[in-house]
């Protein structure tokens, strides 16, 4: 910071990354909250020999200005009255024949900071310090782990922990979206060790691959509270919602399933057109879908799931919110202008990117921007010390299919009551028309899908499904090429 760039600073009131202090003689005894929340956000200025009055700066100098900074460098870079050392830079400037004292605290990367004890742990808040809560020092400590917490070994577990159901259609997406992938046809114990399922020089399975593919008994041995919330909302709240929700999300195994099911709904409120190629695969496009589906991965490889908070994905009629426990740990500003590569979750990105999912390097930031370019509607990042959060702003008139085939469901339900056994039909083969429709255009996206996941991802019963998919062939809408390990064609029309 230049003399001209405190001057300009001094006509505004202070902010999040920037307070004066009065200290003639002395330190002000309540620098050491600010330097604690500084550390333990995004960093910060701390101005000496400046006195607010409202909104108006009043310059009064530091009158012993080498005691004072040498007080102050001793003790930030000591150990004796802070918890670690921190990293800052000092500036002195002459202001009206006043000397002021500028320092600037780095954000630390061993949060949290404190002084004293735990206890004087703050953060910073607007343009006050405030206490942390226990939850955002725990989170803290966790953040020290950054990028290596889910690389560890899950104790006690082996291939046996992994959902074989999962595995085995993670792996058939892999030789269908990814052949030449190096060990798309290597054996279990070598692709378990290839892609980070196995934790490095262990027989027992990393957290990151546990959580990727193994049964929910196991995961939770390890993380109790696992849990992806996924609700659809009719409404721009709860509390203007016509209903509490239209569908709720059932527990999944573990993050592939979560990851498939989720995707199919997001889906529904999407254009995402289908582009087959000779091997019937849909590639990479630059559709609405594709920039959700890249935050979707993010979202699942970012979320910090030893968090006792839960990774939320809500749908409401004017926007699509995913909130993560965990912040960003990357600054925003430096998120949104470069190209950063630092997972919460190396291994579970890993696997994404071994299915073809996801971006190579990064946050896949720019594919989740697309998304203003091909709506017109924001992306808003936020970023606090427990939470992140990426809100896709949607046309308040645009409805889902699936909204649409509820009010449909809801209106026959209730028009039964009073209407004839003729309307009653007829509404009855509108909602069967909508509902096969639907599972059409998730088969387009997953030829290989099973049954069991078109029934969490429809929100019908297994029963449901079949008797759909007769229909289907009956019409020559659909046809089944092979059996165990086959998939769905979609035929047109004749």
């Known amino acids: 910071m230049t003399k001209d760039e405190l001057l ?28 604690s929340a500084f550390a333990n956000t995004s960093g910060g200025w701390i101005v000496l020999g400046i006195v607010q009055n409202g909104n108006k700066f009043v310059i009064e100098g530091v009158l012993n200005a080498e005691k004072v900074e040498s007080d102050f460098l001793n003790t930030v870079r000591g150990c ?47 343009s006050g310090d405030r206490r942390a809560t226990e939850m955002e020092i725990n989170a803290m400590f966790r953040d020290q782990a950054f990028g290596s917490k889910s690389e560890e070994a899950a104790s006690g577990t082996s291939f046996s922990d992994l959902n074989l159901g999962s595995y085995d259609t993670y792996r058939r997406h892999i030789r269908f979206y990814n052949p030449n992938y190096p060990y798309v046809n290597a054996n279990d114990e070598t692709f378990c060790r290839k892609t980070g399922i196995f934790a490095k020089n262990s027989n027992e399975l990393s957290i990151g691959g546990l959580l990727m593919l193994g049964k929910l008994d196991s995961i939770h041995n390890h993380l109790p509270n696992f849990w992806i919330d996924y609700i659809e909302i009719p409404g721009t709240s709860y509390k203007d919602a016509s209903l509490r929700y239209t569908f709720r999300m ?9 990851y498939q099911v989720i995707l199919q709904r997001l889906r ?17 496009d630059e559709s609405q879908l594709y920039a959700l589906k890249e935050g979707l991965v993010n979202f699942l490889a970012h979320s910090d799931y030893f968090s006792p908070m839960h990774p939320t994905i809500r749908i409401y009629t004017d926007r699509i919110e995913f ?43 720019d594919k989740i921007k697309k998304w203003k370019e091909l709506t017109g509607n924001d992306v808003l990042f936020k970023s606090e010390i427990t939470f992140s959060s990426v809100v896709y702003y949607r046309v308040l008139s645009e409805l889902s299919d699936n909204q649409s085939n509820i009010q449909n469901v809801t209106s026959t339900k209730t028009s039964t009551k009073t209407s004839t056994k003729t309307s009653t039909k007829t509404s009855t083969k509108t909602s069967d028309g909508n509902m096969q429709d639907r599972i059409i255009k998730t088969i387009k996206s997953s030829p290989d899908i099973t049954i069991e996941k078109l029934a969490k991802t429809c929100g019908i019963s ?10 289907l062939k009956k019409e020559g809408r659909l046809q089944r090429i092979g059996k165990k390990g086959g998939y769905w064609k979609i035929r047109n029309r004749q």
């Open 8 to 35: 300009l600073r001094l006509q505004d009131i202070e902010w999040e990354d920037f307070e004066v202090k009065e200290s003639k003689n002395d330190l002000p005894k309540n620098i050491w909250e600010t330097v």
């Open 80 to 126: 004796q009255k802070l918890n670690h050392p921190l990293m800052l830079e000092s500036k002195k400037f002459l202001i009206e024949n006043k000397v002021v004292l500028a320092f600037k605290i780095f954000s630390s990367p061993l949060k949290p900071i404190w002084f004293n004890s735990i206890a004087n742990t703050f953060i910073r808040s607007g």
């Open 250 to 258: 059932q527990e999944q195994e573990n993050i592939w399933e979560y």
């Open 268 to 284: 529904l409120y999407t254009d995402n057109p289908f582009v087959e190629t000779i091997d019937g695969a849909s590639p990479d």
């Open 323 to 365: 909130q993560n426990p965990g912040d960003f740990h990357i600054p925003l500003e430096r998120l949104m202008n470069e190209t950063v590569s630092q997972p919460r979750n190396p291994s579970v990105m890993k696997l994404f990117r071994a299915a073809k999912l996801g971006e190579n390097a990064g946050y896949g930031i």
């Open 462 to 471: 297994r029963g449901g499904v079949r008797y759909h998919l007769d229909q």
